[in-house]
T-cell receptor, first 110, second 113 residues
Framework: QQPVQSPQAVILREGEDAVINCSSS?????VHWYRQKHGEAPVFLMI?????EQKGHEKISASFNEKKQQSSLYLTASQLSYSGTYFC???????????FGKGTLLTVNP | GAVVSQHPSWVICKSGTSVKIECRSL??????MFWYRQFPKQSLMLMAT?????????EQGVEKDKFLINHASLTLSTLTVTSAHPEDSSFYIC?????????FGSGTQLSVL
């Protein structure tokens, strides 16, 4: 079942923060986050595993609430390069078989 | 991480013809490859899981005879769209997993006239 992402779109000015949420109605093994720029392949950002802690990558971090089966991606002090569509992908077992959400279009303006 | 090479990047074909898309794992022996389809401004939808040396596993609603998948070696998986129609026009992308992450090919934009 497809995870639900929110919001669908976000417009920021450079330096502002954003949070993107991803929730599932099923028990998850992991949540992955990817960023895709137009016409390009998705690029891996991070993975949150069941029982794992909050993770960070430069100014991008994420958390996974196992009880609620929800994950959030935090983008702080956004840069122009952060623009793109962010997808969460959920995995119900350790098999790389991901179900992706509909995506969140993030636009960072100067 | 794994490097996945996908070819061609884009292809235009006439309705009724077949198109083959190749996906190579350059530095990694990929026993499994995943094939996704993405319509404009939509999510990636898993079509099938390609397994080296055995038959592919297709997701519900995906026609096996239309989307032929071959995974003859640990470095090459192919997707052939047979008798393509305009509604098959889409962005097709392959991926493989390593170290808990998915690595994607660069994708193939298929346009069927």
């Amino acid at each position: 079942q497809q995870p639900v992402q929110s919001p669908q779109a976000v417009i920021l000015r450079e330096g502002e923060d954003a949070v993107i949420n991803c929730s599932s109605s099923k028990a998850l093994y992991s949540v992955h986050w990817y960023r895709q720029k137009h016409g390009e392949a998705p690029v891996f950002l991070m993975i949150l595993l069941k029982g794992g802690e909050q993770k960070g990558h430069e100014k991008i971090s994420a958390s996974f609430n196992e009880k609620k089966q929800q994950s959030s991606l935090y983008l702080t002090a956004s840069q122009l390069s952060y623009s793109g569509t962010y997808f969460c992908g959920t995995e119900r077992g350790s098999n790389y078989k991901l179900t992706f959400g509909k995506g969140t279009l993030l636009t960072v303006n100067p | 991480g794994a490097v996945v090479s996908q070819h061609p990047s884009w292809v235009i074909c006439k309705s009724g013809t077949s198109v083959k898309i190749e996906c190579r794992s350059l530095d990694f022996q990929a026993t499994t490859m995943f094939w996704y389809r993405q319509f404009p401004k939509q999510s990636l939808m898993l079509m099938a899981t390609s397994n080296e040396g055995s038959k592919a596993t297709y997701e519900q609603g995906v026609e096996k005879d239309k989307f032929l998948i071959n995974h003859a070696s640990l470095t090459l998986s192919t997707l052939t769209v047979t008798s393509a129609h305009p509604e098959d026009s889409s962005f097709y992308i392959c991926s493989t997993g390593e170290d808990e992450k998915l690595f994607f090919g660069s994708g193939t934009q298929l346009s069927v006239l």
